[in-house]
């Protein structure tokens, strides 16, 4: 399921999330990070980054104590992901 997850380091990480035990898996991982909106410098928009993509399967795996708090993503977010990393089926 796509989730997101805010870890103690202050990454917020969005990615499809299964849970093993202690850990938590995230396959296919993104980082979201806030920059200038192109259009208008006085606003910022948000992108999705690709997180550890040098990894085999691109895939991480963390300890469940060290994520702070997970949750189900709005739907231009979720959209946003799965048309970039998922399946490319979106909500509406």
């Known amino acids: ?13 969005v990615g499809d999330i299964s849970t093993e035990g ?3 898996k995230i ?3 993104c980082f979201l990070q806030m920059l200038p909106s192109r259009s208008d ?3 910022s928009m948000m992108a999705l980054v690709p997180y550890a993509m040098y990894l085999e399967e691109h895939c991480v795996t963390v300890e469940a104590k ?3 708090w997970s949750g189900k993503p709005v739907t231009e ?5 799965n ?10």
């Open 1 to 13: 399921m796509i989730q997101v997850l805010k870890l103690v380091s202050g990454e917020e990480l």
């Open 22 to 24: 202690t850990f938590v």
């Open 27 to 29: 396959k296919q991982p």
């Open 41 to 43: 410098p006085t606003k």
């Open 66 to 68: 060290n994520i702070l």
């Open 77 to 81: 977010l979720y959209n946003q992901y």
């Open 83 to 92: 048309s970039a990393f998922g399946s490319g089926i979106q909500l509406v």
